[in-house]
Each structure stands twice: as C-alpha cells, then as structure tokens.
C-alpha cells in the first residue's frame, strides 16, 4: 500500500488524510476513507467523482479518466472490438492491387489472385520478394498481416507475419489501371 501502513483504527485514516492533503493539496475527510475501506458501518454504495480524482492523483494519475485508461493499457486487454481501415478479402476482384506497408520502411505492393490469395509484385526493404505468394483472409490497418501458405522464391510453404509489434502501417486499395 502506497501509505507504507494497514489501514486497521480511525487513526490510521486520521494519518492516511493527512498523507494524501500533503501530496495532493486536496482534502478528503477520513469518513470517506473509512467507507471505501469498508471500516465504517455507514451506508453510501456510490463514491463521488471528485473522491476517485483525489485518490488517483495520490496514487500518480491526473485524475480517475487518467487512471483507468492507464489501468487499461497494463491490462494488455486482449480481446477487442474492431473498426477502421479494413479490407476483407472476399470483397476483392480478381487482379486489385494493394500498396502495403510496414516499419521501420518496409512497402510492398500485391495483386489479388482469387481464392485468399495474393502475389507480390513490387517490394522495398523488405524479405518477402516480388513473386512470393502467400494466402489471407483479412488485412488491417494497426493490425499484424498473417500470411498463411507463404511461398518464398522455391522455399516450402510457411507462415508468415509482417507488422508483428506496430501492424500494418500502410493500406491501400490501389486504382485499377
């Protein structure tokens, strides 16, 4: 506990008042206390906003918004829902082109072939090379690029991701020719 003591007699929030008026400048009454910790039999099931905001800034954050959205970010949540610059594959003619990209620089432009599958045609600073081929269902925008059935020059088929830490940096569908 930030304090460095249990919080087990009214004096201990007696002192804990006093450790968080001295780091925050803001005050909160040791009642308070005593009914977020549960050691008052006083009945209040909500806490005010400006209470949460008070502890938080005691505990380092700007306020309680601050506080859950760094909560949230330690979480490493790892399930999500998802919006943005998305191309399904099955919504793609035969022969559209995509530009791609990746960090720290790499871009590679790929021709849809039909049947989830793609074929590189034009590639910059990185390993996968024009004419390697690989399968997908989905690409997105922030997201890593899963290639399934991967084929480099005369390799066997692989797996293969682009974009693991960062995602897909660049997505676009290119105009047809």
């Known amino acids: 506990m930030k304090c460095g003591f249990e919080l087990k007699t009214h004096a201990d929030f007696l002192n804990l008042v006093t450790i968080i008026e001295r780091s925050t400048h803001m005050h909160l009454s040791e009642t308070t206390l005593e009914r977020l910790w549960k050691y008052s039999t006083r009945g209040y099931s ?3 906003e400006r ?3 008070i502890l938080c800034k005691f505990l380092g954050d700007k306020d309680f918004s601050d506080y ?3 909560k949230k970010q330690e979480a490493q949540i790892e399930s999500e829902i998802y919006s943005g610059n998305i191309v399904d594959v099955e919504t793609l003619k035969v022969g559209t082109r995509l530009k791609i990209g990746w960090m720290p620089d790499r871009q590679c432009i790929v021709k849809y ?20 081929t690989f399968s997908c ?3 997105q925008k922030g997201q890593p690029l899963c290639m399934d ?3 480099h020059a005369v390799d066997e ?6 974009g693991k830490n ?3 940096t660049t997505l676009e569908i290119l105009p047809e020719d």
């Open 68 to 70: 859950k959205s760094r």
């Open 137 to 139: 269902l989905q690409l």
């Open 166 to 168: 960062n995602g897909l």
């Open 46 to 48: 909500t806490v005010s």
């Open 157 to 162: 088929e692989a797996r293969y991701v682009v």
């Open 113 to 132: 072939m039909g049947d989830n599958r793609f074929i590189a045609e034009q590639t910059v600073n990185a390993t996968i090379q024009p004419g390697d």
């Open 149 to 151: 059935k991967f084929m």
């Open 51 to 53: 209470t949460l905001d």
